[in-house]
């Protein structure tokens, strides 16, 4: 009985793991479709999509960014605990990586989720300090009568500076090799297909995540390599 409460609790956390995670993938996934309007030399229909989310969205914004804060301290706060289970399971760990077939996917993307985890977690923290809390500048637009924020001006001078380039460009590799299992690992904690490996879903979760980092790795360097030294 003990046993089965134990079990019933370690997949109750993993499938709120994975909600969790989820609903952070549909949100990278989003802000990478919007931010693809940077590769814009026009910098109006990004300011102008960011104006709309950040002024013209009333509350809803709010409740979003709220549940996402939410959604992503319990993800951490559950990975953590999780962990410190596996660890007293397994104190000494492994010696290699190897590659488990079947059931198991064990790859460098797996048995680093919890040091990608936390980088990504310390990247958010600098990530809205380098942008959302970021130079404000402003300009009108094109068909408006007031000024708005040139959110579009703080990214490119930014990214004119490689190290903050070179940084991104690290950190999103490493978002990759985490999503790159983190995906994948939901749809089978959440049943998808089977609870054993399936092919499918397992491609499907790999290439996402792919798409995913090579998609805001070539952000950075598309503005370095477009910008450097030119117009904002
Ligand atoms: C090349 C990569 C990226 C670029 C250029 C970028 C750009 C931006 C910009 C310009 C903002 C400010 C939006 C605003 O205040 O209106 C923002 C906000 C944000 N970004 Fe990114 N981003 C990148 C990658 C990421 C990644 C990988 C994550 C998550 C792992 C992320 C999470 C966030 C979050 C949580 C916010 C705050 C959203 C809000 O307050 O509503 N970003 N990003």
Avoid: C
């Amino acid at each position: 009985m003990r046993f089965k409460m134990i079990l019933a609790s370690s997949v109750a956390k993993k499938i709120y793991m994975s909600i969790a995670g989820l609903v952070w993938v549909l949100f990278v996934t989003v802000h990478l479709l919007g931010n693809l309007q940077l590769l814009n030399s026009n910098p109006d229909p990004f300011n102008k999509y960011s104006y709309f989310l950040t002024e013209q969205t009333g509350e809803i914004i709010y409740v979003l960014e709220f549940l996402l804060v939410l959604f992503l301290v319990t993800h951490f706060v559950y990975a953590i605990w999780v962990q410190i289970g596996n660890w007293r399971a397994r104190p000494q760990g492994y010696s290699m990586v190897r590659w488990a077939h079947h059931t198991s996917k064990r790859s460098i993307g797996s048995v680093t989720m919890i040091y990608t985890g936390l980088l990504i977690l310390v990247f958010i923290v600098i990530h809205l300090i380098n942008f959302k809390y970021g130079t404000v500048y402003t300009y009108t637009p094109y068909g408006f009568t007031h000024p708005i924020r040139n959110l579009y001006k703080t990214v490119i001078e930014f990214f004119q500076n490689p190290w903050n380039v070179a940084f991104y460009v690290v950190i999103m590799v490493l978002l990759g090799f985490h999503l790159s299992h983190a995906i994948w690992s939901s749809f089978q904690s959440l049943g998808l297909g089977s609870k054993n490996f399936t092919p499918f879903w397992y491609a499907v979760g790999v290439i996402w995540a792919i798409v995913i980092a090579v998609g805001f790795v070539f952000i950075p360097l598309w503005i370095y390599f477009t910008h450097t030294g030119g117009a904002l």
